[in-house]
């Protein structure tokens, strides 16, 4: 049991991180989906370095 009681800005606090951490969660989601999808394409090359030797 608490001894204080829990302020009302704590509440809103709590409401409005999470919704920011649920907006970052999904936008890494998206650039590692959108990544997967550009790497196992059939078109994907690596492009080449001055350095490669053969």
């Keep these: 049991m608490a001894l204080n009681k829990e302020h009302d800005l704590h509440k809103r606090r709590f409401g409005r991180n999470l919704g920011v951490g649920l907006l970052l969660g999904s936008f890494v989601v998206l650039v590692l989906a959108l990544t997967m ?4 394409s059939n078109g994907f090359q690596f492009p080449q370095t001055q350095g490669t030797q053969d």
């Design 37 to 40: 999808v550009k790497v196992t």
